[in-house]
Each structure stands twice: as C-alpha cells, then as structure tokens.
T-cell receptor
C-alpha cells in the first residue's frame, strides 16, 4: 500500500531563516509521482511541483527547492530565506498504479514564519 | 482561464436539508475530483471522474452523497439529507489526466447545524 508521512506537524521559524519540510513515502510501484501543495490561511490548495520517479534531479524555483532521493524514499522541500507569506500548511502527496493514480496525501506540515 | 470555480463559497444549512455543491473545471481538463477536508481526517477523495464518467467513488461516505458530471464543464456534489458530521470544506479539482497535477478550486465551506 502507498503511504506518505510528514512527520513534522508544525514548524515555526523566524523570517529569513531556511526551513526544510520532510516527506517520506512508501510505495511498491516502480513508476510513481510525487507532489507538493501549499494551503495558505485563505484555504485554497496551490500546486507547487510534480515529480516522476525516474527524475531524481533536484529542482529549484526561486526560493523553493526540492530534494528527491529514492534511496531514502524522501522528497523534501526547502524554503530559503523564508518570508511571512510562506506561512501555510504544506502537503506532500503520492500517486501511482497502487493507488489507481489517486493522490495519497500526507497529513501536512503547518509552517509559521514569524516576522 | 479562471481556474476551477466552485459555488457557493460558504453554505450553512439545517440538518436534513439537501445541499448541492457546484464545480466548473478548467477548460480542457479531462479529470475531475471531489475532495473533503476536515481537521480530523485531512483530505479525503470522495469521487473521481475521467471524461465525465465516474471512475472511483469508493470514497463517497454513504448513499446520502451523490455526484454527477453531465458534461465536461460542470459537476455537482449533492448531500441529501445533510447531517452535522458532513460539515467540512469540499474541494473540486481538475487535471489533464489522472497522473497530471490537479488544480483546486477555492472550496466550499459547508456547515450543517
């Protein structure tokens, strides 16, 4: 069965600090997809990134970066020089054949950026 | 494109009443998803359509819930009769396909009193 674990329930940092959100997944699939979504206080879910299992290159988008390591089944998300606007709940999700390509969601990590 | 559009944004209803939530997916997207989010259970997939056909409704909690997609640009989620435990935020999302990233609407916050 597929599973996504976000062990950090809540993280609080001061603005401009770097912060890493952990995501560990379990799957028997050889082909699968990993996602990160952001849910700001306003409530909508915002897509951040999609990664397939064959692409282990790290991704950087502005202050955001993602580290995908199949050896440790992890897909961690780092925000560099955090800003108050980064405060949100961040969800990691997984899909693959084993879930009939439905998204399996982690419980989310609430990130609080203090000014 | 305006994104996924859901209506209403907020709904307060009395127990026993029928509730209908509406969704307009992004034009060109073939897959549509209805999710429910609560503090206790997190995000739950209720039902998934592909090309207007329900593919997986195993997440629909019980017969009180029903969903339709009469065409590619409109879907409804109906709860009849509603109960207080149905109170949640209901999200609609759409994507080009089941393995593609899904884009979410702003959600409908349902309160059943």
């Amino acid at each position: 069965a597929q599973k996504v674990t976000q062990a950090q329930t809540e993280i609080s940092v001061v603005e401009k600090e770097d912060v890493t959100l952990d995501c560990v997944y379990e799957t028997r699939d050889t082909t699968y997809y990993l996602f990160w979504y952001k849910q700001p206080p306003s409530g909508e879910l915002v897509f951040l990134i999609r990664r397939n299992s064959f692409d282990e290159q790290n991704e950087i988008s502005g202050r955001y970066s993602w580290n995908f390591q199949k050896s440790t089944s992890s897909f961690n998300f780092t925000i560099t020089a955090s800003q108050v606007v980064d405060s949100a709940v961040y969800f990691c999700a997984l899909s693959g054949v084993d879930s009939n390509y439905q998204l399996i969601w982690g419980a989310g990590t609430k990130l609080i950026i203090k000014p | 494109d305006a994104g996924v559009i859901q209506s209403p944004r907020h709904e307060v209803t009395e127990m026993g009443q029928e509730v209908t939530l509406r969704c307009k997916p992004i034009s060109g997207h073939n897959s549509l998803f209805w999710y429910r989010q609560t503090m206790m259970r997190g995000l739950e997939l209720l039902i998934y359509f592909n090309n207007n056909v329900p593919i997986d409704d195993s997440g629909m909690p019980e017969d009180r819930f029903s969903a339709k997609m009469p065409n590619a640009s409109f879907s409804t989620l109906k709860i009849q009769p509603s109960e207080p435990r149905d109170s949640a935020v209901y999200f609609c999302a759409s994507s080009f396909g089941p393995i593609e990233e899904a884009f979410f609407g702003q959600g409908t916050r349902l309160t059943v009193v």
